[in-house]
Nanobody
């Protein structure tokens, strides 16, 4: 299983970024995919979840209306569109999948929101 995130960087408050995660090594279209984040000095938290087919999504309360998770099962990718970014969104963002009784993580991508 390999998960590779990309798209992080520096954004201004109110700005946008789009993260992507390329997945391989498992039947991507059969599994729920998740985005997590870990801010400085904070515990890792769930950001968003998308069902295997993409029809169902869930978000942490603080991300609702600002973040959108999506997936492309033809390309084995899951994305996170982040709008109206706030300083508190600064974190390392991780792609995650749970399968075969284990949880798999990407290496993470840094998102920094600062003026």
């Amino acid at each position: 299983v390999q998960l590779v995130e990309s798209g992080g960087g520096l954004a201004q408050p109110g700005g946008s970024l789009r993260l992507s995660c390329a997945a391989s090594g498992f039947a991507f279209n059969n599994y729920v995919m998740n985005w997590y984040r870990q801010g400085p000095g904070k515990e890792r938290e769930l950001v968003a979840t998308i069902s295997s087919g993409g029809s169902s999504t869930n978000y942490a309360d603080s991300m609702k209306g600002r973040f959108t998770i999506s997936r492309d099962n033809t390309k084995n990718t899951v994305s996170l569109q982040m709008n109206d970014l706030k300083s508190e969104d600064t974190a390392v963002y991780y792609c995650n999948v749970r399968l075969w009784g284990a949880s798999y993580w990407g290496q993470g991508t840094q998102v920094t929101v600062s003026s």
